[in-house]
């Protein structure tokens, strides 16, 4: 009996016991922590007037001219914030303006030579680490979180990296998860995309 105990006990915490938050914009800044953005979106801390208790005060809405499918993105650097032996999905919240909304591509790096760092050439593509691809359409209303299971990413540069997804810290040398990209793509080939993006996290 006191061994069914303990097994109920140990799967509550693996159910409830590990999620990071990396940011839920509350401090009604994108700075810190900090996220690098690229090209041509246009991220911009806002209040929830709606005054929904998931979104809290703040999330942050993005803004983006589209030229052949492609806005731009915004990412961070996670590999000393975030376990991966622990998580195994990433989740966040997403507001949609209904079918052409447009789509969120989420990619992934994972250390792959333990150094902790992503290396990358002169035209940002990386030199010894995987890289991890999630793509999904925003077609609906309102709220919605997404959560992404790590087994629906796919390996995007077969060849670097071990083509193997190994985002945990394995013997304290690897980094795991390293860091990831949030990428806004349109609904059309031209045009622009307008979303919102909250409660970004680890789980
Ligand atoms: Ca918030
Ligand atoms: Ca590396
Ligand atoms: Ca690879
Ligand atoms: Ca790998």
């Known amino acids: ?3 069914f105990i303990l097994c109920l006990v140990a799967v509550f915490l693996a159910g409830n016991g590990y999620a990071v938050v990396v940011d839920d914009f509350e401090d009604g800044d994108y700075s810190n922590p900090e996220w690098w953005v690229f090209d041509k979106i246009e991220p911009r801390v806002v209040k929830n007037e709606a005054g929904d208790k998931r979104r809290g005060k703040y999330f942050l809405e993005i803004t ?5 499918w ?3 993105g915004m990412g961070m650097y996670v590999a000393d914030k975030v376990d991966c032996a ?5 989740l966040l919240d997403v507001y949609g303006y209904g079918k052409d909304s ?3 591509k989420i990619e992934i790096v994972d250390d792959d030579n333990f150094n902790w760092e992503c290396e990358q050439d002169d035209n940002y593509k990386l030199v010894n680490d995987d890289q991890f691809v999630y793509q999904f359409p925003v077609n609906w209303e309102g709220w919605k979180t997404v959560e992404i299971p790590f087994s629906k990413f796919k390996d995007s ?3 670097i990296g071990d083509d193997e997804f190994n985002p945990e810290k394995a013997d304290g040398s690897s980094g ?3 860091q990831f990209n949030i990428i806004f793509i349109g609904s059309k080939s031209s045009g622009n995309v307008r979303l919102k ?3 970004i996290a680890f789980e």
Do not use: W
Request: charged share 15%; proline share 4%; net charge neutral.
């Open 64 to 68: 983006g001219d589209v030229q052949g």
């Open 102 to 104: 447009g789509q969120i």
């Open 157 to 159: 540069n077969p060849g």
């Open 86 to 90: 622990a998580a195994g999905s990433m």
């Open 70 to 72: 492609y806005s731009g």
């Open 1 to 3: 009996m006191k061994r």
């Open 176 to 178: 795991g998860l390293l």
């Open 197 to 199: 993006i909250d409660n």
